[in-house]
T-cell receptor, first 115, second 106 residues
Framework: DTGVSQDPRHKITKRGQNVTFRCDPI?????LYWYRQTLGQGPEFLTY????????KSRLLSDRFSAERPKGSFSTLEIQRTEQGDSAMYLC?????????????FGQGTRLTVV | AQRVTQPEKLLSVFKGAPVELKCNYS??????LFWYVQYSRQRLQLLLR??SRESIKGFTADLNKGETSFHLKKPFAQEEDSAMYYC????????FGKGTKLSVKP
């Protein structure tokens, strides 16, 4: 286990198409987070899971976005009917939910370009 | 609403100068606070967390509940400190500020 991995690393899609990204967290981590990051901005929180339960979803998140973590391990983020404004880096992170250890480990991200 | 604010987009200092990166937070209750760093072409990684009260790479951060601040400080900046620095708060979720780019000039 070499850390959080995301697939694909890059995705180019036409406007209106659906895309799905995958995140594999560190195996013993029970929390998983999704973020969107655009140039010059900090990571914008999208949603997070505790095991398989989606505990919070950003109010900024359009209904076109959906995330799952069906078995409490890997997670997918789907964007339906993509728009040019969806172009961004999508980051995944995972952590233990422990008082002594709440460090979030990040993947390298999936860069989405909508043309 | 939960919010983390970093007022400076860019901070430029000379090597050996002191550095202070500002962070203010707005939460109901007491969040856990962090500083994350992103070096060029690397992943975001944890620098320090307020609970551990440790010094990492010469950086420290003091939580001031009265001013709702968690500023990051280093007495003598090094060129290798040049990076993007993000303050973050957590009450279950993990919310980031917009980041401050630190540039340390030789």
């Amino acid at each position: 286990d070499t850390g959080v991995s995301q697939d694909p690393r890059h995705k180019i899609t036409k406007r209106g198409q659906n895309v799905t990204f995958r995140c594999d967290p560190i195996s013993e981590h029970n929390r998983l987070y999704w973020y969107r990051q655009t140039l010059g901005q900090g990571p914008e929180f999208l949603t997070y899971f505790q095991n398989e339960a989606q505990l919070e979803k950003s109010r900024l998140l359009s209904d076109r976005f959906s995330a799952e973590r069906p078995k409490g391990s890997f997670s997918t983020l789907e964007i339906q009917r993509t728009e040019q404004g969806d172009s961004a880096m999508y980051l995944c992170a995972s952590s233990l939910n422990s008082y002594l250890d709440t460090e979030a480990f990040f993947g390298q991200g999936t860069r989405l370009t909508v043309v | 609403a939960q919010r983390v604010t970093q007022p400076e987009k860019l901070l430029s200092v000379f090597k050996g100068a002191p550095v202070e990166l500002k962070c203010n937070y707005s939460y109901s209750g007491s969040p856990e606070l962090f500083w994350y760093v992103q070096y060029s072409r690397q992943r975001l990684q944890l620098l320090l967390r307020h609970i551990s009260r440790e010094s990492i790479k010469g950086f420290t951060a003091d939580l001031n509940k009265g001013e709702t601040s968690f500023h990051l400080k280093k007495p003598f900046a090094q060129e290798e400190d040049s990076a993007m620095y993000y303050c973050a708060g957590s009450q279950g979720n993990l919310i980031f500020g917009k980041g401050t780019k630190l540039s340390v000039k030789p």
